[in-house]
């Protein structure tokens, strides 16, 4: 079964970082677009970062630039997000995403085939 699962999520003060992990199974996800959205309560999926297979081209949301940095580790199956600086607005659930196809900027989630179960940021001000 193809899968991707989130880990690293967990509550935070703000101003603290956090790293977030996505590990893929199934299958190599190495030649994958692979990204992250997340989903605030009572809001909808927000893209959040993106990076193409070999890591070569990243691509985020404004309210994230210079604090997030997305990566990842194509021997391991693994993609990463570093969050720094963490604000109390960036508290919601964390999702990873993966899909072949993509090879550019992508942004909305319907674009992405394979997507994990999520992981909780809380940041507390």
């Known amino acids: 079964q193809v899968q991707l699962a989130e880990s690293g999520g967990g509550p935070v003060q703000a101003g603290n970082s956090l790293r977030l992990s996505c590990e893929g199974s199934?299958?190599?996800?190495?030649?994958?677009?692979m990204g992250w959205f997340r989903q605030a309560p009572g809001k909808d999926y927000e893209f959040v970062a993106s990076?193409?297979?070999?890591?070569?081209?990243?691509f985020y949301t404004d309210s994230v630039k210079g604090r997030f940095t997305i990566s990842r580790e194509n021997a391991k199956n693994t993609v990463y997000l570093q969050m720094n600086n963490l604000k109390p607005e960036d508290t919601a659930v964390y999702y990873c995403?993966?899909?072949?196809?993509?090879?550019?900027?992508?942004?909305?989630?319907?674009?992405?085939?394979?997507r994990g179960q999520g992981t909780q940021v809380t940041v507390s001000s």
């Open positions: 995403v993966a899909d072949r196809a993509i090879v550019f900027d992508a942004r909305a989630p319907d674009e992405y085939d394979y």
């Open positions: 199934g299958r190599s996800f190495r030649n994958d677009y």
């Open positions: 990076i193409d297979w070999n890591g070569g081209r990243t």
